[in-house]
């Protein structure tokens, strides 16, 4: 029997606190408009369907973990970079359909969001935190707009089927909090709507497929980098600011500045969460450990009799001391070291720690959408919107804003459709 302040008991207590919550939820059979994931995206299209409806069209918000909100916790490491100064559509792998849905002012438009629900907020060198810096005040101030404005949140209740069904849908979900005692599984409910929203990201996209929607394999991004073993595992640990490269058949590709973390077989931090969006195994990488120093420069002060420790004040003297026991084996250790610091090369195999990865590339295709309401035009009643779409940014608060205002523009879309006499 575990402990009531182990771990484990912890654990215990909070999935029994959120089975009861998710109990307490009271979940209607039918509804106006279904909204299929409770994170960022799901919770805003809930938010302007319900709010701007003003009572007109019931909505329902379907989360199949047991927190609404709970992805929010998890973001700038817990701080929540929520958006961005300069959100251009070009930093998105898709930049027709991200500007489509963002809109001619999403700066704008996020920080007027989040200002109406009471939010205060500060631009970090172009990131956008709130001003508590606590990620727990975005997601509060969100559920607490959703439940003003009507909506109802069910959690631990995982979409399993959708079908098309008189002018409208017909959607499945289980009831994790509940087991069905003549089969000894989940209980499983069926929620009639008229117009459906999905949110819901991570693969659970094909659950479309059935409706003839065009959906993408998905795979992670923004995780760690994995590298042949090389100098990171004799790095691991350690952190250098820098800039990288990435080079595919000799030519560079792509570039970025910022924070590296070494770690044993990958190299993770900022910068190589937006390497990741873009490296393939088989591509190398060059980690430029002073870029604001020239080769001249560096080998200036390591050489030209070598001096091992003569990058200390460069670069971490712990990150030298490694280069130079590579270099000092070469025919001009200063030279070899000198070329190190300025291009410290790796080999990609793929990514590591997917587990990890703040966002799925992959999911509804943006030929499948309209850009402009994020309808899917073969489906009618049919929208999607945030991480459910093909469309990913890098760090820097880039995908939170496609998130919120991707998902307002669907809940207004599907609201609208519903209203039309």
């Known amino acids: 029997m575990a402990r009531a302040g182990s771990p484990k008991g912890r654990r215990l207590h909070a999935r029994a606190v959120a089975r009861r919550e998710a109990a307490s939820q009271a979940v209607p059979d039918s509804c106006g408009v279904c909204v299929v994931g409770a994170g960022a995206s799901g919770l805003c299209a809930a938010l302007a369907a319900a709010r701007e409806g003003a009572g007109a069209a019931s909505v329902v918000c379907l989360e199949a973990g047991p927190r ?61 935190y709130p001003r508590s810096r606590a990620a727990g005040s975005v997601r509060s101030v969100l559920l607490q707009a959703v439940a003003a404005s009507g909506a109802v949140v069910g959690t631990m209740r995982p979409v399993t089927a959708v079908e098309a069904a008189d002018g409208g849908f017909r959607v499945g979900y289980e009831e994790r909090f509940r087991e069905d005692g003549g089969t ?10 008229r117009r459906l929203v999905w949110a819901a990201g991570g693969g659970s996209q094909d659950a479309l497929r059935p409706l003839g929607v065009d959906v993408t394999p998905t795979s992670p991004v923004l995780c760690p980098v994995a590298v042949a073993p090389s100098f990171a595992d004799a790095l691991e640990g350690r952190r250098a600011r820098g800039a990288v490269r990435l ?106 720690h997917p587990e990890t990865a703040q966002v799925t590339r992959g999911g509804v295709a943006a030929s499948a959408v309209d850009g402009s309401t994020l309808a899917v035009p073969s489906v009618p009643g049919l929208s999607v919107c945030g991480e459910a779409l093909d469309v990913d940014g890098p760090c820097g608060g880039y995908n939170l804003a496609f998130a919120w205002l991707s998902g307002l523009r669907a809940g207004r879309c599907a609201l609208s459709s519903l209203l039309l006499p």
């Open 247 to 352: 080079l595919r058949g000799g030519s560079p590709v792509w570039e970025g500045r910022g924070e590296v973390l070494f770690r044993s077989g990958a190299l993770s931090g900022i910068v190589s969460l937006d390497l990741s969006r873009q490296a393939v195994p088989g591509d190398a990488v060059e980690v430029d450990l002073a870029p604001e120093a020239s080769l001249d420069d560096v080998a200036s002060l390591v050489g030209p009799r070598f001096r091992p420790h003569g990058a200390d004040g460069l670069i971490d003297p712990a990150v030298a001391e490694v280069l130079a026991r590579e270099a000092s084996g070469s025919h001009d250790p200063a030279e070899a070291m000198a070329s190190l610091v300025k291009a410290l090369p790796f080999s990609v195999t793929g990514l590591a």
């Open 68 to 128: 609404a909100g709970a992805p929010i916790l998890a973001t700038g490491n817990g701080r929540c970079n929520l958006s961005n100064a300069d959100l251009s559509p070009e930093r998105y792998n898709d930049p027709a359909l991200a500007g489509a849905a963002m809109g001619p002012t999403p700066e704008s438009d996020v920080l007027d969001l989040f200002g109406a629900l009471g939010l205060a907020w500060d631009d970090e060198e172009g990131r956008i």
């Open 184 to 193: 000894g599984g989940w209980r499983r409910r069926t929620l009639s709507c």
